[in-house]
């Protein structure tokens, strides 16, 4: 079983930065594929990045490509999400989570996920 803790959120100005933190217990953190996720007030849950086992393959949601980064550090059981240039559309729960393989559509685990807020 995995417990996935995130991290980082808060309030933050239009053009502003946040970094994401996902810490990962409870399992092998190198086997798993990872992703981030958000959900805003009315809308569905929607992908915002997923990286590989190795952090070598990413992928990105349109909406959030050249503004934010995701990457891994596997000796850390730790994921990242690095949001530049935010913007007030981007304020949601961020969640990460976990799945057996990259590209899966089928996450396994959760995190309680962390509030990103961005004003105008």
């Known amino acids: 079983q995995v417990q996935l803790v995130e991290s980082g959120g808060g309030l933050v100005q239009a053009g502003g930065s946040l970094r994401l933190s996902c810490a990962a217990s409870?399992?092998?953190?190198?086997?798993?594929?990872m992703g981030w996720f958000r959900q805003a007030p009315g809308k569905e849950r929607e992908s915002v990045a997923e990286?590989?086992?190795?952090?070598?393959?990413?992928r990105y949601t349109d909406s959030v490509k050249g503004r934010f980064t995701i990457f891994r550090a596997n000796a850390k059981n730790t994921v990242y999400l690095q949001m530049n240039s935010l913007q007030p559309e981007d304020t949601a729960v961020y969640h990460c989570a976990a799945a057996n393989s990259y590209g899966s559509s089928s996450y396994d685990y959760w995190g309680q996920g962390t509030q990103v807020t961005v004003s105008s």
């Open positions: 409870g399992g092998t953190f190198s086997m798993y594929a």
């Open positions: 990286i590989s086992k190795t952090g070598v393959r990413t």
